[in-house]
């Protein structure tokens, strides 16, 4: 009996195998070739940052960050970092490694896992939480709390996720 019903079973595999068409259309699939360079930085490196308490004469007593020395060599140099899209407001946006809800503002993270973004040319429009990978001139700040510690210029969208 067992038998019977295991080639029973292998009878109607094989039937309902064989009773699928070939799709006679044949569709021509071209892909543009597209070359990504890989992140310049990472944010495991942008997070390997150390902060110093000093006096400062608008805020009283600050911690100013101390960024690694590796992050200092790129100083001024173009760079690709992949992350996520925040809005700061009409005007800027920061490029973040946490999406929105978990990002700087909003989460537990600090202020060395987003990068302020200026844009070359026109700012193009941008939702949040987009995923995407920038390329710009990296500068980095010790100094001005007002500031970002780092920032991206002259930002141009490598590529869009």
Same mark, same amino acid.
């Given at each position: 009996m067992r038998n019977f019903i295991k080639i029973a079973l292998a009878l109607v595999v094989f039937i309902s195998l064989m009773s699928f068409e070939k799709n006679s259309k044949t569709e021509k699939q071209t892909f543009a070739k597209t &070359?990504?360079?890989? +992140? *310049? @930085? *990472?944010?495991? @490196? @942008?997070g390997d940052i150390k902060y110093v308490r000093k006096k400062h004469a608008t805020y009283g007593e600050v911690e100013f960050p101390q960024v690694n020395l590796k992050l200092k060599g790129y100083h001024n140099k173009t760079v690709y970092l992949t992350g996520f899209i925040v809005p700061i407001d009409s005007k800027n946006y920061a490029l973040s490694k946490n999406v929105f809800a978990s990002c700087f503002f909003c989460g537990k993270s600090g202020p060395e896992t987003i990068t302020g973004l200026k844009f070359k040319?026109?700012?193009? %429009? @941008? %939702? &949040? +939480? *987009?995923?995407? *990978?920038i390329k710009g001139t990296f500068k980095v700040n010790e100094t001005d709390v007002d500031n970002w510690i780092y920032n991206i210029e002259n930002a141009e969208i490598v590529s869009k996720k």
């Open positions: &070359t990504v360079a890989n +992140d *310049t @930085l *990472t944010w495991k @490196l @942008l040319g026109s700012l193009p %429009k @941008l %939702k &949040t +939480d *987009t995923y995407l *990978t």
